[in-house]
């Protein structure tokens, strides 16, 4: 992509109020831009990146056997009154609307009610079953207090995927298998080394359900953790039983602050008894449907991949989640022609600056939006046929002949 004509504009002040850092890195690199506190839009490098995080996702959950569908944002009280969610008493953080014909509707914090409901109509006999489905959706939390930028919104997007299954045992084979996809996820948008699956409470069925924790500073949680053992709990769960259970001692653990990145979860009937979803086994007889539900932020996942990694300078990148993978600063009426070319033949790959800037300008851009190699061509470097490349990352600059830039290019 051009810079020259696009819509990507860097900023030299954030925000006073915004005290995270990947916040303030993403607003001054315009990857996202403030309305309200807790209030974010994405701009077009922001909306790129989000997008690369979801389609990791994507892939992840179809390679489970989920199907992806869209739900609406709009919810109906009387399904959320059955499952006693609907009072703002038990769910405090509900953003409620008045419909103009009379009555109310609610704006989803998540979606188990509704999908539950939409699967009576598809879910009536154990031919039916097992089935999972999933959705990247934005979700309305009327959060008390919105922080660290877009890693706790009012408005946000979630990856949820529900399970519908005819028992126990077919739910917790898949159970299994979404968290080797959730390690997967993690890796592939370069959280593998400081995410961690943790023991949570809320477990229904198995008297823990699993969340997903990358340590993190600024993180909201405080978990406790035991390399060695490779055990991870959320504070809430760090009681004498579960430390028998678990075979170890309190003075084993060491405490971090961390960012709940996703969690899984055995719902049982929780919601498929109130909102009565049954099924017809092979014998005839009817039976409740057994469900699991498996979320993850996928914009607070993006905010703690900006905050985990940037240094003083800007954002940094994982290659697999930037917007753009190297960022052209031609230098030079020759440099700016052979770097046309390039662009023009990679533009997915290529944030070509062809601003009219000085150099110096460009490359503390390149280095505010993260990008993972910043590309030079120089009348300098032409003298030898060279581009320099610089990883973002380590800071290491590199001579390529214009073939091996090519080369790499392709
Ligand atoms: P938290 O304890 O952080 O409020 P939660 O337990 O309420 O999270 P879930 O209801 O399980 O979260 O939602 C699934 C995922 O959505 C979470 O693991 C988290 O990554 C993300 N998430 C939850 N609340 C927010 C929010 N306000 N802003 C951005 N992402 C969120
Ligand atoms: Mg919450």
Redesign the pocket.
């Known amino acids: 992509m051009k810079l020259s004509n696009s819509f990507v504009k860097t900023l030299r002040d954030a925000p006073k109020d915004e005290t995270a850092k990947s916040a303030q890195f993403l607003i001054r690199a315009g990857f996202v831009h403030k309305e309200l506190a807790g209030v974010y839009d994405f701009l077009p490098l922001g909306l790129r990146t989000l997008k690369k995080i979801e389609q990791i996702i994507r892939e992840e959950m179809n390679k489970l056997g989920a199907s992806e569908v869209q739900m609406s944002a709009l919810q109906n009280p009387r399904l959320w009154e059955k499952t006693e969610r609907w009072s703002n008493q038990k769910v405090d953080i509900w953003f409620k609307t008045a419909l103009s014909a009379g009555g109310e509707l609610g704006l989803a914090p998540?979606h188990e009610e509704p999908i539950t409901e939409m699967m009576k109509t598809y879910i009536k006999s154990y031919k039916d079953l097992p089935v999972s489905v999933y959705q990247f959706q934005t979700k309305f939390?009327n959060?008390l207090r919105a922080k660290s930028g877009i890693?706790?919104?009012?408005e946000?997007l979630?990856k949820d995927l529900y399970s519908f299954s005819p028992d126990e045992e077919t739910h917790n084979q898949f159970y299994h298998k979404v968290e080797q996809a959730y390690k997967t996820i993690y890796e592939r948008v370069g959280l593998g080394d400081c995410t961690y699956q943790t023991f949570a409470s809320g477990g229904i069925f198995s008297k823990f359900s699993h969340?997903f924790q990358t340590l993190i500073p600024v993180g909201?949680?405080t978990v406790y953790y035991n390399a060695d053992k490779s055990i991870v709990l959320n504070e809430e769960v760090v009681l004498p039983e579960v430390l028998d259970e678990l075979g170890i001692k309190k003075e084993e653990l060491k405490s971090e602050q961390a960012a709940?990145?996703?969690?899984i979860f055995t719902l049982k009937y929780k919601y498929s008894e109130p909102l009565d979803l049954k099924f017809n086994d092979s014998e005839g007889e009817q039976k409740t449907v057994f469900m699991g539900c498996y979320?993850?932020?996928v914009?607070?996942v993006m905010g703690v991949i900006a905050e985990k990694f940037a240094d003083d300078k800007g954002l940094v990148w994982p290659e697999s989640v930037a917007p753009y993978k190297y960022y052209l600063a031609p230098i030079g009426e020759q440099a700016n022609k052979i770097a046309a070319e390039l662009e023009a033949a990679h533009p997915e790959d290529i944030l070509l600056d062809d601003r009219n800037n000085r150099p110096g300008e460009k490359f503390a851009d390149a280095e505010l939006m993260g990008i993972p190699y910043r590309v030079v061509i120089s009348d300098k470097t032409l003298a030898e046929n060279k581009a320099e490349i610089k990883n973002r990352k380590s800071g290491e600059t590199k001579l390529l002949t214009l073939d091996e830039l090519k080369g790499i290019l392709k």
């Open positions: 998540t939390r959060e890693m706790r919104t009012r946000f979630m969340e909201e949680d709940e990145v996703g969690n979320g993850i932020g914009s607070r």
